[in-house]
């Protein structure tokens, strides 16, 4: 079993009907909260008024699963629950679009060829995540449907693999090599499992984790996408799972910190830069301290700007709803609405 500091994130759901404000003392986010909540409640109007009947966000990548679960996961985060309340109705058709969307074999994904499990794991997350905030004949699909999907990523990752790829996972459910990208997402929606009560071997978590730190940089301190050499829209993803799973307090978490503050600029230039920015935020707040400030002292000043006047962040490959619910993932992390999220409250202290 992987050596690992004992876990102190709690668990620790907020219900409500409308958004909720910060609930901790953060002076960075504090000077930027007004704008923030503004931009925020911008961008979820544009959301609700693009989403089609049946749940999803238009052609091409609008209409997986993965992007349609982001979308959900973004209401979530400011607050909004599932059939109630202003965009009860539109967190439904999200959860309703996904559980359409589930083949025999339990893949929560159709027509989006090698980037299955991509969207798989991102969707399963998203049902873990909602699970117990849906009405009870919802609960119900929820339940099965999630069910199936973590069967699916425990036998994918079952699959005979090299040592580099061993406990991995990549685009299809039948992969014998793995990246961390997709990797990370398959971690979540396990530890988010786990945290509603599904019965996740702890093998599968350590395996997981073996192959993250296969793929650490010592050097640097980032992390690669199927080698070590670290990536700059990849060190958020490598720490925030070592976060999740234990390792808070580690030093390799504080030299992927110092990593990712030395990669801004970078960053900013990355086609990839809205994805790094997700997990980097979500990273550096667990982290906290001067890491999340920092961060977060770059992050709402480059991105708030970017916003178009209907409300989203232009996306190009992967469509406007992608980047919009990637950017509002990335700006309301401090209200701490997503059970995955949650951060013990004493790392500010250390």
């Known amino acids: ?33 007004a704008e923030v ?3 925020a409640e911008k961008a979820l109007a544009y959301l609700a008024s693009v989403q089609t009947e049946d749940g999803g966000f238009g052609r091409g ?10 979308v959900g996961m973004a209401f979530l985060s400011k607050g909004y629950l599932p059939g109630i309340g202003r965009y009860g109705g539109t967190i ?79 685009y299809k459910p039948e992969s014998t090599d793995s990246d961390l990208s997709c990797s990370g997402w398959a971690l979540m929606a396990l ?19 073996a192959y ?8 640097k301190g980032g992390f690669g996408y199927t080698s070590p050499q670290a990536k700059d829209t990849l060190a958020g993803c490598g720490l925030l799972c070592l976060e999740l799973t234990g390792f808070h307090g580690d030093p390799r978490t504080f030299k992927t910190g110092d990593y990712i503050l030395s990669t801004l600029e970078t960053l900013a230039a990355s086609s990839h830069q809205y994805y790094g920015n ?6 550096t707040f667990q982290l906290g301290g001067k890491y999340w400030e920092t961060y977060a002292g770059w992050m709402y000043p480059h991105y708030l700007p970017l916003q178009r006047a209907d409300g989203a962040w232009p996306g190009r490959k992967y469509g406007d709803a992608y980047t919009t619910s ?25």
């Open 37 to 39: 909540e503004k931009s």
């Open 191 to 209: 530890k988010s499992a786990r945290l509603n009560g599904a019965r996740v071997p702890d093998e599968a978590i350590d395996a997981a984790v």
């Open 61 to 70: 990548y609008g209409s997986s699963t993965g992007v349609v679960s982001l």
């Open 1 to 33: 079993m992987i050596k690992r500091l004992a876990s102190t994130t709690a668990l620790c759901i907020t219900f409500s009907t409308g958004p909720l404000h910060a609930q901790l003392v953060d002076t960075v986010f504090a000077k930027y909260q």
């Open 92 to 170: 439904n058709r999200c959860v309703d679009f996904v559980l359409s969307q589930q083949q025999p074999n339990g893949v929560l994904n159709r027509g989006r060829g090698n980037e299955t499990m991509y969207a798989h794991n991102i969707s399963t997350l998203f049902l873990t995540e909602v699970s117990g905030m849906v009405d009870p004949a919802r609960q119900r699909l929820v339940a099965e449907a999630s069910g199936r999907a973590l069967r699916l990523i425990l036998d994918a990752q079952a699959i005979p693999k090299s040592e580099r790829n061993r406990g991995g996972w990549r």
């Open 326 to 350: 990637m950017v509002l993932l990335s700006m309301t992390v401090p209200y701490r609405q997503l059970p995955i999220y949650q951060r013990d409250e004493t790392v500010d202290e250390e």
């Open 212 to 219: 993250l730190l296969r793929h650490y940089d010592e050097k």
């Open 278 to 283: 997700y997990y980097n935020a979500q990273a």
